[in-house]
């Protein structure tokens, strides 16, 4: 699928409310309800394979289940690749390409990685990113790839000290590297939403939290894309231990057939 019909949908007056999915059920079910676009959540596919976030699975896996996930849906599809799955920017590329020959229109990866000893997540300076952004992007343009890359920056997920400013920092160098939208995951104020919309050209995307404004004040404050994350699957995981609690509970199977009280 041409990239060209998604990155229209991230300069429209109404954000690009994104579905988040997971496998093929997932996707159809956003596919039948309407939804303009869909992006994997990196956290839901690998707790569904039995790993902890963080690349713990292999690329290839990931690859396995987007195959799927693309010949199964027309939407245009963007993929969650984390942190690259590599520190070497010619693998990355080289992942990249083998998303968009499935039909892949849009990637995420983010500026931040999880340790594999302590799990703790860490901001990956912003130089060093910038770099590996930029090598990648200059990969991927010799290699005549065109897709959407939504840079993740995590400063307002870890909460870091002056986070508006480190996070139009971080806009300004992935920008100049590359970048084609921006990705806050946490950021929730209404006046740092816009003061970081404000500050850049690229579209802001934003994702489902607590404190999250509607849409219609997001889109009032100019963000441009609004993501679920992995909270649609955890609210899942949580209706099925219900479910599976009740038809114990019942020595029964009735319950399955009745609504969630």
Known sequence: MNNTLFTSLHQQATPLLLCNVWDVASAKTAEKLGFNAIGTSSAA????????????????????????????????LSVDIEAGFSDNPQITAGYIKALAEVGVVG?????????????????????????YLAEITSQLLKDNIAIFINVRTDTFLLGIANVVEATQKRAKLYQAAGADGLFVPGIV???????????????VNVMCMPDLA???????????????????????????????????QA?????????IA
Request: proline share 3%.
């Open 45 to 76: 596919i690998a707790s569904m394979l039995g790993y902890a976030d963080g690349e713990h699975m292999a690329f290839e896996e990931l690859l396995f289940i987007v195959k799927r996930i693309a010949a199964c849906s027309e939407l245009p």
């Open 107 to 131: 990637i995420n990866i983010e500026d931040s990685k999880v340790s594999k000893t302590n799990e703790e997540r860490t901001l990956i300076n912003e130089n060093n990113f910038a770099t």
């Open 189 to 203: 104020q209404t006046e740092a939403i816009e003061t970081v919309v404000n500050s850049t050209s690229l579209p």
């Open 214 to 248: 509607n849409f219609s004040t997001l889109k009032s404050l100019g963000v441009k894309r609004i993501s679920m994350g992995n909270f649609l699957f955890d609210a899942l995981q949580d209706d099925l231990t219900t479910r599976l609690s009740n038809i114990v």
């Open 251 to 259: 020595n029964s199977f009735q319950p399955m057939f009745k609504a």
